[in-house]
């Protein structure tokens, strides 16, 4: 079974510039989650889809980041200006089932975009 | 507010030297508590899930237990590829059952 894809691997913008990442989650798979890892820290979630609707996104910096989940199946993140510190890794993870059911789910973690803001 | 405390921040042991990583959680409601490791340049990769007090997981080297406040993660034995770094993380109700990971415990086995 393919696992979490995320796309590009890397990236370098200078800061102001906009730039967006790319999750294509385990086939299968209703929950999606972004998270982001600063060098040093654990993943803090930014947003939750179930299928192709929001499901939490209180802690997502929602003037300058944005995502969305089409078809409920591969999502995008956006940022859009870029801060300095916004550099760290954006990792995408997935579920296969409705967050609240009785089966605890597992989330399984892409590789994760490497981001560095100059 | 739920929160993840991970200790120590870092750990070095010989090849055959083992050792306890602590993970001390509040959090209300526990659903489940996850043990995740993750390499350098990697996304973390699952390696247990702990939903009660007393319940234990073993898998080759690790051993990981959960009391009411807090799971550690024994290392039996450990071989130099057991280097990596170690995140608990704790799933919640409140929290749209998103995890909520502590900093880590980076983990050197040298030979």
């Known amino acids: 079974e393919a696992g979490v894809a995320q796309s590009p691997r890397y990236k370098i913008i200078e800061k102001r510039q906009s730039v967006a990442f790319w999750c294509n989650p385990i086939?299968?798979?209703?929950?999606l989650y972004w998270y982001q890892q600063i060098l040093g820290q654990g993943p803090k979630l930014l947003i939750q889809?179930?299928?192709?609707?929001?499901?939490?996104d209180s802690q997502l910096p929602k003037d300058r980041f944005s995502a969305e989940r089409l078809k409920g199946v591969d999502s995008t993140l956006k940022i859009q200006p870029a801060k300095l510190e916004d550099s760290a890794v954006y990792l995408c993870?997935?579920?296969?089932?409705?967050?609240?059911?009785?089966?605890?789910?597992?989330?399984?973690f892409g590789p994760g975009t490497r981001l560095l803001v100059l | 507010e739920d929160q993840v405390t991970q200790s120590p921040e870092a750990l070095r042991l010989q090849e055959g030297e083992s050792s306890s990583l602590n993970c001390s959680y509040t959090?209300?409601?526990?659903?489940?508590l996850f043990w995740y490791r993750q390499d350098p340049g990697k996304g973390p990769e699952f390696l247990f899930t702990?939903?009660?007090a007393g319940e234990e997981k073993e898998k080759e080297r690790l051993k990981a237990t959960l009391t009411k406040k807090e799971s550690f993660l024994h290392i039996t034995a450990p071989k130099p590829e057991d280097s990596a770094t170690y995140l608990c993380?704790?799933?919640?109700?409140?929290?749209?059952?998103?995890?909520?990971f502590g900093k880590g415990t980076s983990l050197l086995v040298t030979p």
């Open positions: 993870a997935s579920t296969p089932r409705r967050a609240g059911a009785l089966n605890k789910e597992t989330q399984y």
């Open positions: 086939s299968g798979h209703a929950t």
């Open positions: 959090v209300s409601g526990l659903r489940g």
């Open positions: 993380a704790v799933q919640a109700p409140n929290s749209g059952y998103a995890l909520n």
């Open positions: 702990l939903y009660s």
């Open positions: 889809f179930q299928n192709n609707g929001v499901v939490d």
